[in-house]
């Protein structure tokens, strides 16, 4: 079965910093992965999502980026963070059903 | 347009029965999905809905009917520890990405509060 690993778990960082997220996926090969953004009181937005390898589609413009290096390792990034940044970020794996990980807790003071 | 709704809140005494409905416009349908998100915690995948009826799993089940838009989730035997927010998510195959059977389009999710 697939397991999804994300770190950091939680995350404080001031506004202007650089940020960047791991997701690792176990269990499966050439997986298609989305990065979601949870903000208070808001559902589920989908930020990004790949393919493959170096294979990335954004869904919505923003202060982020998301990048492929290796088949089941899904990055996370920005220059910059900015307050509205702050949320809960899931990784998800997506096959005939769709898997979370665990989730990192991001606070932009 | 896309659209999913289901009621914002809801509150039941443990060891009871409450459905948590939802009703939904997409542009396609490839399946409708509930999960359960603890506060703090990523979602959990509960059920899974393609064809009309209904899914039973232990004290969960869930229903889904194409024709109406309509699906709910009903938990049985109410237990503290089923306080959680509860998200309906419909896969929409127009939202096609690269290969998926398409994209989950997600509620906002129904806050369960169970009291003794």
């Known amino acids: 079965s697939q397991t999804i690993h994300q770190w950091p778990a939680t995350l404080v960082q001031p506004v202007g910093s650089p940020l960047s997220l791991e997701c690792t996926v176990e269990?499966?090969?050439?997986?298609?992965l989305y990065w979601y953004r949870q903000a208070a009181g808001r559902g589920l937005q989908l930020l990004f999502y790949?393919?493959?390898?170096?294979?990335i589609s954004s869904e919505v413009p923003q202060n982020l980026s998301a990048s492929r290096p290796q088949d089941r390792q899904f990055i996370l990034s920005s220059k910059k963070l900015l307050l509205s940044d702050s949320g809960f970020y899931l990784c998800?794996?997506?096959?005939?059903?769709?898997?979370f990980g665990p989730g990192t807790r991001l606070t932009v003071l | 347009g896309q659209n999913i709704d289901q009621p914002t809140e809801m509150t039941a005494t443990e060891g009871a029965i409450v459905q948590i409905n939802c009703t939904y416009q997409?542009?396609?349908?490839?399946?409708l999905f509930w999960y359960q998100q603890h506060a703090g915690e990523a979602p959990t995948f509960l059920s899974y809905?393609?064809?009309?009826g209904l899914e039973e799993k232990g004290r969960f089940s869930s229903f889904l009917s194409r024709s109406k838009g309509y699906s709910y989730l009903l938990l049985k035997e109410l237990q503290m520890k089923d306080s959680a927010s509860y998200l309906c998510?419909?896969?929409?195959?127009?939202?096609?990405?690269?290969?998926?059977?398409?994209?989950?389009?997600f509620g906002k999710g129904t806050k369960l509060s169970v009291k003794p």
């Open positions: 998800a794996w997506v096959g005939l059903k769709q898997f």
């Open positions: 269990g499966t090969s050439n997986p298609n």
């Open positions: 790949s393919v493959g390898i170096g294979q």
């Open positions: 997409t542009s396609g349908f490839n399946g």
């Open positions: 809905n393609v064809l009309d």
């Open positions: 998510a419909v896969r929409d195959p127009s939202k096609n990405y690269g290969g998926s059977q398409g994209n989950l389009i």
